[in-house]
């Protein structure tokens, strides 16, 4: 069973965009990152009570709206990375104040076509990955308190929709469905790919030797990066699959524009659980500090409501 625990709600209600929902909570202290248009809901949860602020994205606006807003943990100091039209933000946590502004160029090539960023993961002790429009992985570098352009990796041909790590991996999935695998060796890099179908892969999760991505057309495919097999493919969802999130009890949680929570047991790759959020189109979800505790975040809501799993 799945019990609503309780609602922090924000100053502003949520942007209908892809895992539109960042959350990160260590020493008893919760953080949590939800955008809405052109600034972001930071929530800082602890045994106290809640604080909240509200911080605007550079040159952004309701017409240039934050696409992405993520928590990343480096080497114990946490940032807040932002994903826009005008490029990618680097702030720090503690303060808001920003390390780094990285515009992305226009394709001369193509002109009328939008430039963005897209997709986000803390990788390394010191590596943040960002995906850019062009399909194109920026690697930033934390360097004496701040960040620069380390590195860019070119294996898309379409836009980035998402970005996970795990270890020496990077996974990064884009517009088209396909989902490339990174193994960092030295100064090289061995490349792995899941062709896409040609629905967007706009969210991803990995759980050993999976990874999970949840697609446009509102299903969940599971894939063994290690042999390369495709272990399961699910209908799961009626709409957009927006957010999926994984813990390490292997338990995984799916969010969709149908309204529909599902819960999923990926030893047993079977559905856990499943209840909707009434006329809500869902965008976001992540467990909480590694338990089986989950928060979801709703287009035009102006909560984040926190559930517990119970007994089956």
Request: with cysteine; charged share 15%.
């Amino acid at each position: 069973a799945i019990h609503g625990r309780c609602a922090i709600v924000l100053k502003e209600s949520a942007s209908l965009f892809p895992n539109n929902l960042s959350a990160y909570g260590a020493s008893g202290t919760l953080h949590y990152l939800v955008s809405s248009k052109g600034q972001v809901n930071i929530v800082i949860a602890k045994a106290g009570g809640t604080m909240q602020k509200q911080m605007p994205g550079k040159d952004c606006s309701h017409a240039q709206p934050i696409l992405q807003a993520k928590l990343v943990a480096l080497s114990g100091n946490l940032y807040i990375v932002l994903c826009t039209f005008n490029g990618v933000q680097i702030h720090n946590a503690s303060d808001q104040r920003q390390l780094i502004f990285h515009h992305l160029p226009a394709d001369p090539t193509k002109p009328d076509e939008e430039v963005f960023a897209q997709g986000v993961a803390g990788f390394g002790t010191d590596m943040i990955a960002v995906g850019a429009s062009s399909g194109r992985i920026l690697i930033f570098k934390k360097e004496s308190g701040t960040f620069s352009l380390a590195d860019t990796l070119q294996g898309h041909s379409n836009p980035i929709c998402d970005i996970s790590a795990s270890g020496k991996r990077l996974f990064t999935s884009d517009d088209n469905g396909c989902i490339l695998v990174w193994s960092h060796k030295g100064d090289s890099w061995d490349l792995k790919t899941f062709e896409g179908a040609g629905s967007p892969c706009s969210t991803m999760a990995v759980y050993k030797d999976y990874v999970v991505g949840g697609y446009g057309s509102g299903h969940i495919r599971v894939f063994n990066f290690v042999d390369g097999s495709l272990v399961t493919e699910i209908t799961a969802h009626a709409r957009w699959v927006n957010a999926i999130d994984v813990n390490n009890n292997g338990l995984l949680v799916s969010v969709s524009e149908d309204t529909v929570v599902n819960l999923w047991d990926l030893k047993e790759f079977s559905l856990f659980h499943t209840f909707s959020i009434p006329n809500v189109q869902l965008c976001g979800v992540q467990f909480l500090q590694g338990s089986d505790d989950f928060a979801v975040s709703g287009y035009d809501m102006k909560d984040i409501l926190i559930f517990k799993k119970g007994s089956k």
